[in-house]
Nanobody, 126 residues
Framework: QVQLVESGGGLVQAGDSLRLSCAASGRTFSRQAMGWFRQAPGKERDFVAF????????NYADSVKGRFTISRDNAKNTVYLQMNSLKPEDTGVYYC???????????????????WGQGTQVTVSS
């Protein structure tokens, strides 16, 4: 059974940093693009960051550019999201996603048919 398990969320103050991890199990994702989304209370799930299968391409939402960094360790089947200079508007549940089949694309395009984790809560107080 394929699972994506996020960890590293928590309650922090504005300006602090957090590092989220997403550990995949059940299959290898070394050839699949992966990404992070987030959902604030009462809002839709929004794209945050994307990384290509080999880490050669990354893409970020404008709201997090320069503050967040996505990376991956294919040997560990894990993707990370380093979040610096956190703001209250970064609050939400953060979800990890991995494409179901390798596409080798260099841009984010995830959908309901891809794999998704259960999410980890990030709360940033002002």
């Amino acid at each position: 059974q394929v699972q994506l398990v996020e960890s590293g969320g928590g309650l922090v103050q504005a300006g602090d940093s957090l590092r989220l991890s997403c550990a995949a199990s059940g299959r290898t994702f070394s050839r699949q693009a992966m990404g992070w989304f987030r959902q604030a209370p009462g809002k839709e799930r929004d794209f945050v960051a994307f990384i290509s299968w080999n880490g050669g391409s990354t893409n970020y939402a404008d709201s997090v550019k320069g503050r967040f960094t996505i990376s991956r360790d294919n040997a560990k089947n894990t993707v990370y999201l380093q979040m610096n200079s956190l703001k209250p508007e970064d609050t939400g549940v953060y979800y990890c996603t991995a494409e179901r089949f390798p596409s080798y694309r260099n841009y984010p395009q995830f959908g309901a048919n891809d794999y998704w984790g259960q999410g980890t809560q990030v709360t940033v107080s002002s």
